[in-house]
């Protein structure tokens, strides 16, 4: 892909993110499901959670969901509101995790 391609699909994956997080926001009934921002990312980052297995195979579905989320760069407000979990869970998320990755 071109570099105009992918910013483009940034862009978009950006704006979906942000629609996402206001409908949950605005409806605590509704529960969207984090598959479909997880299916977006994918389809521009293919190979990323493969890779991420390969190089670190002990880390489990989840950890390899809330690296995706890092990826992302998104904020820990935003994951917690995704995971609907506290933010200081985030944080001790973060923390087990990177252990699993030997970048203590």
């Known amino acids: 892909m071109?570099?105009?391609?992918?910013?483009?699909?940034?862009?978009?994956l950006e704006e979906r993110l942000s629609?996402?997080?206001?409908q949950l926001k605005n409806?605590?009934?509704?529960?969207?499901s984090?598959?479909?921002l997880l299916a977006q990312f994918?389809?521009?980052?293919q190979t990323f959670a493969s890779q991420l297995l390969k190089k670190i195979p002990d880390l489990s579905q989840a950890d390899v969901q809330f690296c995706t989320l890092v990826r992302m760069k998104m904020t820990t407000k935003k994951i917690s509101v995704l995971l609907n979990i506290e933010?200081?869970?985030?944080y001790i998320k973060k923390y087990r995790t990177m252990g699993k990755m030997g970048l203590g």
């Not at 992918?6 to 862009?11: I, S």
């Not at 409806?27 to 969207?32: F, P, Y």
């Open 2 to 12: 071109d570099l105009r391609l992918k910013e483009l699909v940034k862009v978009k």
């Open 34 to 36: 984090i598959e479909i």
């Open 27 to 32: 409806s605590k009934e509704q529960k969207l």
């Open 19 to 22: 629609e996402l997080l206001d």
């Open 87 to 90: 933010p200081r869970s985030i």
């Open 42 to 45: 994918n389809a521009v980052h």
